[in-house]
């Protein structure tokens, strides 16, 4: 129970106090912290609550022993060095209020705002607000260019100036470090009472140096993965902390003599580049992914590193020594796995491959590898891709198969059990951005290189035309409207079996016509390229040139489209076990719930293997 009680220690510091202890070297901002800076406004308020003695909510601090990057100033102060004796304290949250605070006091230098005077002014003449919606901290604390006239030209600060030249406009920082000053300037100025309004202001501002106390709460022996948690749940206006992040500011070394530098964001932004520049679709992939990547294969190839899966605890034990003995060859590897989606499989980016872990399997399978079998590898992706139980769904399934691959690299025998195939989950597959099996047929259509209706010598799936979004142009070869009006047969409308990669001048052009009209514009010359690249079966175009429909029109062409698709599966996973079953013959050909809700994947009973239907953090397995 004690440990609980003592993982939180409230405490509180004036408001010099604190910011002498930042400049010190006492508080570290850590590099996961934004840049996110305060405006003018914000600032003013900040003052005008403090001066108000209202609560600005706790500044919240991590004591740990964990070394993480720092930043090495904050609002262009230098930040003393970190303290030597194995303990840290960083800022979780208050960086924004902190750096308000700072530079509102001693001034110094913002991006954005070089040259500018940060120095905040309180006018002794305007009275605190008596009301809680009163504006009038708009006039009482002021900056710099609001207050000089340049020299008489500017005639809207003439009367600011005045004031200022005569001690009634006074900088914060001289009230808490030159009080006597001030008074002495009040005097000559001519406010001698004590009971002068100016002189009631300054000694009510300086009770805020005086008795103001800033709230922290301290953290205590919190684990990294809280912190990421405690740091997304306070920081609800800003970006969430991943554990990437946090890796980033871990595995950080700046240079210095002897020593190079190590920046991992820096070197994951720097391989992106290089990924754009060659042209590579897959540039898109996310930093956690990448992250995982070499988690996997230092977990294979870095002997005693700790790292025994790809979630939060394991990742937290990643080292610099760990990242820089696998980035050379992992990062060739990673460019091979991409090479392999986009210039053997055809897909024409991310939002195609079906399981976020292909990409660790497939990376840990070229890690240092010479001699790769494209053909299993090709042969494994289509499997997996669309076997009927979903294999590779969790981090116990993820360790499987990079066992199994590692041990086919080095000449093992890689094998396929008996593959299983639903038809009622084919004809009920819908679009989705995130359904497995929906990827996998998307997939399987990108593979055909399928070529333009209207000009058959042209791809359709160019990076322009794709552009990597979860929307790709996908149009339904028999119309929704078309078969909501003139077709008693509209259950499988939204099947992907009804879908067809086009341009969108090919699809604007059909729009919502019977397929027997729009079909006879590409029955020319080269339909036999799109028949083929389309995986369109034969009786759209015999039902074309009968000029006539069958009542079950959209059905048999579903069902004849699944078999082309069955085909080309049997082709690819020659020699392994092929079984087809058909839950809805079974079931009285009872229509399935679409693949929307395919994204919703059942676990297995356990709490420690979770999916990888978006790309979530994958809960340790045992």
């Given at each position: 129970m004690n440990s609980h009680v003592d993982r939180i220690k409230p405490d509180s510091y004036g408001i010099t106090t604190y910011l002498e202890r930042l400049q010190r070297g006492q508080y570290q901002i850590p590099t996961f912290q934004r840049d996110v800076v305060w405006g003018r406004d914000r600032v003013k308020r900040l003052w005008d609550s403090i001066s108000s003695f209202y609560p600005l909510g706790s500044i919240l601090v991590w004591r740990t022993d964990t070394r993480l990057q720092n930043h090495r100033e904050i609002g262009g102060h230098p930040l003393g060095d970190v303290p030597g004796d194995g303990e840290y304290l960083y800022l979780l949250d208050g960086q924004q209020r902190t750096t308000a605070l700072l530079t509102s006091m001693y001034g110094g230098s913002i991006k954005g705002r070089e040259g500018a005077n940060l120095q905040l002014y309180v006018d002794l003449t305007v009275e605190e607000a008596d009301e809680v919606e009163d504006e009038s901290w708009r006039e009482r604390f002021l900056f710099w260019d609001e207050i000089d006239d340049r020299d008489g030209t500017l005639l809207r600060n003439l009367g600011r100036k005045k004031r200022y030249d005569e001690g009634l406009i006074v900088r914060i920082e001289d009230i808490a470090h030159r009080y006597s000053d001030l008074e002495r300037k009040l005097v000559d100025g001519g406010h001698r009472e004590y009971d002068d309004p100016a002189w009631q202001q300054l000694r009510d501002f300086r009770q805020v140096f005086d008795n103001y106390k800033l709230s922290f709460i301290e953290l205590r022996g919190i684990e990294v993965a809280e912190v990421c948690q405690i740091f997304e749940r306070i920081n609800q206006a800003g970006q969430p902390l991943s554990m990437f992040d946090i890796v980033v500011a871990k595995t950080f070394r700046p240079e210095d003599d002897g020593a190079t530098g190590f920046y991992l964001r820096g070197l994951f932004e720097g391989f992106r580049?290089?990924?754009?520049?060659?042209?590579?679709?897959?540039?898109?992939?996310?930093?956690?992914?990448?992250?995982?990547?070499?988690?996997?294969?230092?977990?294979?190839?870095?002997?005693?590193?700790?790292?025994?899966?790809?979630?939060?605890?394991?990742?937290?034990?990643?080292?610099?020594?760990?990242?820089?003995?696998?980035?050379?060859?992992?990062?060739?590897?990673?460019?091979?796995?991409?090479?392999?989606?986009?210039n053997h499989l055809h897909l024409p980016g991310p939002a195609l491959v079906p399981y976020r872990y292909f990409y660790m399997t497939i990376a840990a399978y070229f890690h240092e590898n010479d001699n790769p079998d494209y053909n299993l590898l090709t042969k494994y992706f289509w499997y997996y891709s669309f076997h009927n139980y979903d294999l590779l769904s969790n981090t116990t399934h993820l360790r499987d198969h990079v066992v199994r691959l590692r041990d086919a690299k080095d000449g093992a025998d890689f094998e396929f059990d008996r593959f299983l195939m639903d038809k009622q989950q084919l004809r009920a597959t819908s679009y989705s951005a995130r359904g497995r099996l929906s990827r996998a047929v998307l997939a399987m259509y990108a593979n055909q290189n399928p070529v333009d209706w209207a000009h058959p010598d042209r791809p359709v799936l160019t990076e322009v035309y794709y552009e990597l979004t979860d929307n790709p142009n996908l149009h339904h070869i028999f119309p929704l409207d078309f078969c909501d009006k003139e077709l008693n047969d509209s259950r499988w409308v939204n099947s992907l079996l009804n879908i067809a990669y086009l341009t969108q001048m090919t699809n604007l052009h059909?729009?919502?016509?019977?397929?027997?009209?729009?079909?006879?514009?590409?029955?020319?010359?080269?339909?036999?390229?799109?028949?083929?690249?389309?995986?369109?079966?034969?009786?759209?175009?015999?039902?074309?040139?009968?000029?006539?429909?069958p009542e079950d029109a959209l059905s048999s062409f579903v069902e004849d489209r699944l078999g082309l698709i069955l085909s080309k599966l049997r082709e690819l996973l020659s020699d392994i076990a092929f079984e087809v079953i058909d839950t809805g013959a079974q079931m009285g050909d009872t229509e399935y719930p679409n693949d929307a809700d395919d994204d919703e994947y059942v676990l297995d009973g356990s709490t420690d293997q979770l999916d990888d239907r978006d790309g979530a953090e994958a809960v340790e397995s045992a």
């Open positions: 580049r290089e990924l754009e520049a060659a042209g590579s679709r897959f540039a898109a992939v996310d930093d956690m992914t990448l992250l995982q990547i070499l988690a996997v294969l230092v977990r294979d190839s870095v002997p005693d590193s700790g790292v025994q899966n790809i979630t939060d605890r394991y990742l937290n034990a990643l080292r610099t020594e760990h990242l820089e003995a696998v980035w050379s060859q992992g990062t060739r590897a990673i460019r091979k796995t991409f090479d392999f989606f986009d059909i729009s919502n016509r019977n397929p027997l009209d729009y079909m006879r514009d590409y029955m020319g010359v080269g339909y036999d390229d799109i028949k083929r690249t389309h995986l369109l079966p034969e009786s759209l175009s015999e039902w074309v040139s009968d000029e006539d429909l």
